[in-house]
């Protein structure tokens, strides 16, 4: 009986992983696809097998998409704007991750007359679409002096993403005993101090998750970086589009799929090396509360 048991319960979990080995396959054949394709010339790809491994593997698309392709009237390949979307993401995600740091220990730990009714409006602005804020941002940064400017897209995807942070944050602290901070207090620790020397120091797993989830979104937008951006400032992606769209001389799949995987590339690293600290900092009271 044990044994028969023991039989069905193998079975299933080899099921289990066939099931999930297929799904995985299926998921991962695109970026095959991609990263084959790119390693082939264009004779290959007209004349060969789509799912075929490069007779003669060759790193020139890469190189092309790198430092030569054609994003529009311009032929100097994803560099340019691939540094462009480097200084809009850092110090976006950095900002961002500050302010929702300290304002959800101020929501969670300090709580005043209309907190709970500006937690409200600030999760609110979690679900606010994109196109709507397109118009009153524009004539904001018209006003500041930053429109078509690196700065510009800075502010924008700060101002945008503050609510995610304080929400990850505030979720997060909630679950940190108040008796903490009530001893701290006691103690003669300020303000500032509770938030430098308790909070902060616990706050390790949420800040893996904000800045993974800031920089994934920031590094893959397109609707502000085509919205607010001018020549010389245009991210990643909007140089992806226009590669994309330009033909000169002919279509040249491989270097939009070289384009296309070093436009992903980032994101992709971040989520290799960090992705099980976001899950452990999801599970660690990230969306709680």
């Not at 196109?131 to 429109?147: E, F, H, N, R």
């Not at 308790?198 to 800040?207: A, D, E, K, Q």
């Not at 330009?246 to 971040?270: C, Q, W």
Request: proline letters at 4%.
């Amino acid at each position: 009986m044990n044994i028969n048991k023991l039989s069905h319960i193998n079975l299933g979990r080899t099921l289990i992983y066939l099931i999930l080995i297929s799904f995985a396959i299926v998921y991962l054949a695109p970026l095959y696809v991609m990263f084959s394709t790119s390693l082939k010339d264009i004779e290959e790809i007209r004349s060969g097998n789509l799912l075929a491994l490069p007779n003669d593997p060759t790193l020139y698309a890469w190189g092309k998409a790198w430092s030569s392709a054609c994003t529009g009237s311009e032929c100097n390949g994803l560099a340019p704007f691939f540094w462009n979307s480097v200084k809009i993401v850092f110090p976006a995600v950095i900002i961002s991750t500050i302010i929702g740091a300290f304002n959800g220990y101020v929501l969670s730990k300090w709580k005043f007359k209309g907190s709970e009714l500006l937690f409200g409006a600030l999760l609110f602005g979690c679900f606010i679409p994109f196109q709507v804020i397109l118009l009153p941002m524009a004539i904001l940064l018209s006003k500041l002096g930053l429109s078509n400017t690196v700065s510009g897209l800075v502010l924008v995807h700060v101002i945008y993403g503050v609510a995610f942070t304080t929400l990850f944050f505030r979720n997060y602290y909630v679950g940190i005993p108040t008796e903490l901070v009530r001893a701290a207090r006691l103690d003669g620790a300020g303000f500032i101090d509770i938030f430098r020397y308790i909070f902060l120091p616990l706050s390790t797993p949420i800040v893996v998750v904000t800045v993974i989830w800031q920089f994934t979104q920031i590094w893959n937008d397109f609707l502000f970086g085509v919205v607010y951006s001018g020549s010389g400032t245009q991210p990643i992606t909007v140089a992806l589009n226009n590669l994309v769209n330009t033909s000169v001389g002919g279509k040249e799949y491989n270097v939009d799929m070289a384009a296309a995987i070093i436009a992903a590339l980032p994101t992709l690293i971040v989520y290799v090396f960090a992705g099980k600290y976001f899950v452990r900092g999801l599970t660690a009271g990230a969306v709680k509360g």
